[in-house]
């Protein structure tokens, strides 16, 4: 697909901010990074493990507390909350993105909408005026 030179991608808005991050904040800049990274290479490994684990904990012939102690231990998920949240961010900049994209492209199409009109009206005038002659 075609750029045009009045509508961007959202992609462009996402690079924009993280530009504007690099230069003002250089550690969160790279914080983003390696918890992007962790998001996208770890995560996904860590909770199908723990779930692959939870859920024989629950079939397990044995007290309470040893379940109950198990549970806790493989429990680990919690510890890669600020990662889930993480990738929640980035969908929700996604569709900032998207929705930043979308507003100036239909600005853009009502501005040039506004100004076809104002030529219409004035042909139409001229065409008036050419009938009465």
Request: glycine share 2%.
């Amino acid at each position: 697909m075609h750029n045009h030179a009045h509508v961007r991608h959202p992609k462009e808005v996402i690079q924009d901010a993280k530009d504007r991050r690099r230069c003002q904040h250089r550690l969160l800049y790279y914080n983003d990074i390696v918890l992007e990274w962790i998001t996208n290479h770890v995560l996904a490994s860590v909770i199908l493990f723990d779930i692959a684990l939870i859920v024989p904990l629950l079939t397990l012939n044995a007290p309470d507390t040893v379940k109950i102690t198990l549970g806790v231990i493989s429990g680990s998920w919690i510890q890669w909350w600020p990662a889930l949240q993480r990738s929640q961010n980035k969908t929700q900049a996604q569709n900032e993105a998207k929705a930043q994209v979308d507003h100036e492209t239909l600005t853009y199409l009502a501005n040039l909408q506004d100004e076809q009109m104002t030529e219409l009206k004035g042909i139409t005038e001229i065409l008036r005026a050419l009938k009465d002659k």
